[in-house]
């Protein structure tokens, strides 16, 4: 499967815990997204690398939040001291950067409960 | 920041008829407009896009419309079948950046 991976699909977790989720994208996309979806919204931006530089942050990644993208090809997003809501589907998404556009895919989403 | 917003949030429509879903952004600077199909517990996945240089763009039963100057896009599906079932989201971005996701239209195409 060429496409964008993530691990793991589901994670139940105990309040106060950490966990950290992976993602691989494309193998040539430069540009990786993180994004999370509750039930019945759309994916909203976490944050964004270019190659291994974290480019933006919103305002929804407390400092509990956590992301990497050490070599530039898959990243890491940890969470610290879970709460319950955290609970959510976290999306990853790869683009390459270009003049043409911004067309990103998406994995299938690593979802998180905390109990 | 950008902010977009998308209606209806749930639409019924009989097989064979057309659909049509009307989104509204608040960026001017926005330049990429992509639509995604979501069904339950799958991914998004990127159905067409449209970029601020071209006012329509059709891929078979499916067409996009951008009015920029009144900040309006629009998806449109004709000839509506079973597989068409599934959460649309409409989205904004500048070239290269974050895409703004609407909260989704919730398609049921009736029997």
């Known amino acids: 499967d060429t496409g964008v991976s993530q691990n793991p699909r589901h994670k139940i977790t105990k309040r106060g815990q950490n966990v950290t989720f992976r993602c691989d994208p494309i193998?040539?996309?430069?540009?990786l997204y993180w994004y999370r979806q509750t039930l019945g919204q759309g994916p909203e931006f976490l944050t964004y690398?270019?190659?291994?530089?974290?480019?933006?942050k919103s305002r929804l990644l407390s400092d509990r939040f956590s992301a990497e993208r050490p070599k530039g090809s898959f990243s890491t997003l940890e969470i610290q001291r879970t709460e319950q809501g955290d609970s959510a589907m976290y999306l990853c998404?790869?683009?390459?950067?270009?003049?043409?556009?911004?067309?990103?895919?998406f994995g299938p989403g690593t979802r998180l409960t905390v109990t | 920041g950008e902010n977009v917003e998308q209606h209806p949030s749930t639409l019924s429509v009989q097989e064979g008829d057309s659909a049509v879903i009307k989104c509204t952004y608040s960026?001017?600077?926005?330049?990429?407009f992509p639509w995604y199909k979501q069904e339950l517990g799958k991914r998004p996945q990127l159905i067409i896009d449209?970029?601020?240089?071209?006012g329509e763009k059709k891929d078979q039963r499916i067409a996009v419309t951008l009015n920029k100057t009144a900040k309006h896009f629009s998806l449109h599906i004709t000839e509506t079948q079973p597989e068409d079932s599934a959460v649309y989201f409409c989205?904004?971005?500048?070239?290269?950046?974050?895409?703004?996701f609407g909260k989704g239209t919730r398609l049921h195409i009736l029997p």
């Open positions: 998404a790869s683009s390459l950067a270009s003049l043409a556009g911004n067309e990103q895919y």
């Open positions: 193998s040539e996309h430069n540009r």
């Open positions: 690398f270019q190659n291994e530089a974290q480019l933006e």
């Open positions: 960026d001017s600077a926005s330049n990429y």
């Open positions: 449209i970029r601020s240089n071209v």
């Open positions: 989205a904004a971005s500048r070239r290269d950046d974050k895409i703004i």
